[in-house]
């Protein structure tokens, strides 16, 4: 769902770019990566650039400003991931990490008009949910190696023709769990704010339901990091 009015579209066709409105209507490459969900993606991560790199460029032992802030958030992410994977789930913090502000600064940018929130089309969803399961399947095969199979065969061998099928449709289903999910909300989220913008113009009826989507922008973040994290655990775990 697109705002009615984007300013980055207008900014691109105003340098006469050729501006596509939705996926159907991009032939050439060029199109495809001036699709709305594409620009405000690199518009996210370079924002995510700027603001680490001004954390980063004074770092101190006694934290101040932006370093505090970055630091508070960090921890408190790293925290909560070791409490649920262990010790030994620690090193996939960098991704949680990513993934985490990265959706969050997606959903909040949706709330700005004039701009558009990139997990509110599939693609950007599905994109973060395939990191997150193939990372999966990569973290067990490195704590198990071959024994990583045994994940999916059951808890008694003459089983395995039963759960195995079961096993990687499972799988299969975390992907649309993760995307599908995340998806619907910010995109139902970014439905009815158009129709409010509609029905009651810019600041009257949109203006509760944006600071609703603040907190729920939050929240869909969260329960993505925390299935991720959830999925982790499991790889690294013993089969049972």
């Known amino acids: 769902m697109e705002h009615p009015i984007l300013f980055l579209n207008l900014l691109f066709e105003k340098l006469g770019l050729p501006v596509p409105h939705s996926p159907e209507d991009a032939d050439s490459i060029v199109e495809m990566l001036l699709l709305p969900h594409v620009v405000h993606t690199w518009v996210v991560a370079l924002i995510l650039l700027i603001l680490a790199k001004m954390a980063a460029r004074s770092v101190q032992m006694v934290p101040t400003g932006g370093q505090n802030i970055f630091e508070t958030v960090l921890s408190g992410i790293e925290d909560f991931m070791v409490g649920i994977t262990g010790e030994e789930g620690r090193f996939a913090f960098p991704l ?20 558009f929130a990139p997990t509110a089309n599939i693609n950007t969803t599905a994109a973060c949910a395939i990191i997150v399961v193939v990372y999966t399947h990569v973290i067990g095969v490195r704590f198990h190696g071959v024994k990583y199979i045994k994940h999916f065969m059951g808890p008694i061998w003459w089983l395995t023709p039963l759960i195995l099928p079961i096993e990687l449709i499972g ?24 129709i409010l913008f509609f029905l009651a113009g810019l600041y009257l009826a949109p203006l509760p339901m944006m600071f609703l989507g603040l907190f729920t922008g939050f929240v869909q973040a969260f329960i993505f990091c925390l299935l991720s994290m959830m999925y982790f655990a499991g790889a690294i775990e013993e089969a049972h």
């Open 171 to 194: 799988h299969v289903a975390r992907v649309l769990s993760l995307s599908i999910r995340l998806f619907g909300n910010v995109f139902g989220e970014e439905l009815v704010l158009a």
């Open 96 to 115: 949680i990490a990513t993934l985490g502000l990265f959706i969050l600064f997606s959903n909040y940018m949706g709330m700005i008009p004039g701009f």
